[in-house]
């Protein structure tokens, strides 16, 4: 019964009900070490405080730091931020690429990934992954991973952030023995591949004087529309919207504006946007300037996948030189760092994580070109997409529109692997057809083995039989066979593979990358991928899969993940 004296909080009961002294703060109190930490890595607290879209790249500085990511500074990190700490954690344990660490355990000295995508299971990643933990000590983490965007290196692998081509166990053991060493300032440093052109080589060749005429207005804005409108270049990422016409739908929108780049390039099979990046990154930022400028966007936010450590370094310092010694007035731009997410190349879901938050595709209407970035009309593209503005600019729309073969019309950088004798990107004309393409820009088929099937469109793009091999390639000439030509990641099959393999490996990729938010996804690829391993597959079944995920999937990764699964049993019914 109250007598009437006040109530003193803070008793050993009133703490054991949950309750709490005046002025303390809800949840786990962050302990002034790890605040220090913390604050180390991020910076002193803004008077406007810290950026929430940030959240992301504070994670990726503490998980670097750290070698993975503690509790005690994910506490004193919401606390920097003014966030709850539940928003940092389902944003820390999204992501495949932020190690969380119990308690005060250290995480391992140093992380080996080894690719199992398709063309690196066919070049012995298994072998490799079972070999590997004997030579590399208990201090390493040896870990499977999805495609790691170097198939034309396989079997590839990821030692830290120091890419390994043509990966043997000794190999790979020696190169976690040698960053081992290294200081950690120099870990995964690389130098440039042969043929780089760097800012000032590119601009003594006349490099950003298109730009430069865009932006200054000395070209008008409506000619350069038509001109991409007239070339008929498609959205190279994938989705193949046609570019004139979303640069015009996105300025005809109300500002502010922005431009989100996307080069996640998570599909297997896929890896031309590093070659040109590692090669060229200038062409690509010229042409990410004239859009910007034609858009009338404020901002550029490019987003690389966070295997591509060597691009990111270099895009770094080629943006500094750029900024440096501008050709005209530039946007606000900022690099962003992916975390290991293939679902982020969906690109809602790759503005959710520029925001900040997890990777999970937006439902539509409304579309990003209408509310994307920040709840803005944004612009985004592909990096290729944007590699070839500037060339239609200065040799004309026809040029490109000009290079087709068999009836089409354009120029694609295919991403060929597998069992071909010269893997890598070819740069073909449009329409090209894999028996062409594998005869005249690959040197034909790897010694010993014969055409027996492809895939032409990556994990998503489906499978086809060697007498389809005369289809071209190209948007809507392949789905009609079922198939589809995406980001034209091409990976050949000889007569010792077997179709029924690589849609098992396509399924077990599509279940370990699906984002969860949605049941048919989420609940699908699994239950497939466990069908898919029996002796017989159970075709009733995964025919009732395929429909639920096709239809009721909320983004492109589950609408797309039967497709692999749906050609096998059309073409390849003998083996299943």
């Not at 034209?488 to 279940?511: C, K, P, S, W, Y």
């Amino acid at each position: 019964m109250n007598d009437g004296a006040p109530t003193v909080l803070g008793t050993a009961d009133d703490l054991r009900r949950g309750l709490r002294r005046a002025g303390q703060l809800k949840g786990r109190q962050p302990q002034e070490g790890a605040l220090q930490e913390v604050r180390a890595l991020i910076g002193p607290r803004p008077a406007e405080g810290h950026r929430r879209d940030l959240l992301i790249e504070y994670l990726h500085r503490l998980n670097d730091a750290w070698r993975g990511l503690h509790e005690r500074h994910l506490v004193a990190l919401a606390r920097e931020m003014n966030i709850p700490m539940a928003e940092v954690m389902e944003v820390a344990s999204f992501y495949h690429h932020f190690d969380l660490l119990p308690g005060d355990e250290p995480g391992a000295a140093l992380t080996v990934r080894v690719c199992e995508g398709l063309s690196c299971e066919m070049a012995g990643a298994r072998d490799l992954l079972a070999r590997l933990p004997s030579l590399v000590g208990r201090d390493v983490r040896v870990v499977a991973a999805p495609c790691i965007g170097r198939c034309e290196q396989a079997p590839a692998a990821l030692v830290g952030q120091v890419a390994v081509p043509q990966a043997t166990p000794e190999v790979v053991a020696q190169a976690a023995a040698n960053e081992l060493q290294r200081p950690p300032a120099q870990c995964g440093a690389a130098g440039a591949p042969a043929g780089f052109i760097g800012y000032r080589e590119y601009r003594d060749a006349g490099g950003y004087s298109t730009a430069a005429a865009v932006v200054n207005c000395e070209d008008d804005a409506e000619d350069v529309l038509r001109a991409m409108e007239h070339s008929g270049l498609r959205g190279l990422g994938g989705a193949g919207f046609p570019a004139g016409r979303k640069w015009r739908i996105v300025r005809g929108q109300e500002g502010p504006r922005f431009m989100a780049v996307n080069i996640d390039e998570g599909e297997p099979g896929t890896f031309k946007d590093r070659f040109w990046l590692e090669r060229d990154p200038h062409r690509f930022l010229e042409g990410m300037l004239i859009a910007a400028q034609v858009v009338g966007t404020e901002a550029v936010y490019i987003y690389l996948r966070d295997e591509y450590h060597s691009c990111r370094v270099m895009l770094e310092s080629e943006l500094a030189a750029l900024q440096a010694d501008p050709p005209c007035p530039l946007p606000y731009i900022e690099l962003r760092r992916g975390a290991g997410a293939y679902i982020c190349g969906e690109e809602s879901a790759m503005i959710e994580s520029i925001e900040g938050k997890r990777g999970e595709p937006r439902l539509r209407p409304p579309y990003v070109a209408q509310v994307g970035l920040f709840g803005r009309p944004t612009l985004e593209h592909n990096f290729e997409t944007l590699f070839w503005v500037r060339d239609i600019l200065e040799k004309g729309p026809e040029w490109f529109a000009g290079a087709g073969r068999n009836g089409r019309s354009g120029l694609r950088s295919f991403s060929v692997s597998g069992r071909v004798a010269q893997p890598g990107v070819k740069l073909a004309p449009a329409g090209i057809t894999l028996r062409q393409l594998v005869d005249e820009y690959c040197g034909g088929m790897a010694p010993g083995h014969e055409l027996y099937a492809y895939l032409p469109g990556g994990a998503s793009g489906g499978i086809l039989p060697a007498r389809l091999a005369d289809v071209p390639l190209d948007f809507d000439t392949l789905q009609p066979h079922g198939c589809f030509i995406g980001s034209a990641a091409i990976i050949v099959l000889g007569q010792h593979d077997r179709a029924r393999d690589a849609a098992l490996n396509m399924m077990r990729f599509f279940a370990h990358e699906s984002c969860g938010q949605c049941t048919p996804c989420r609940v699908g690829t699994a239950k497939a991928a466990q069908l898919m391993e029996a002796p017989g597959w159970d075709n009733a079944t995964l025919a009732d899969l395929n429909q639920v995920m096709a239809d009721a999937s909320i983004c492109g990764l589950g609408q797309a993940a039967p497709n692999p699964v749906r050609c096998v049993q059309d073409y390849f019914a003998h083996e299943i």
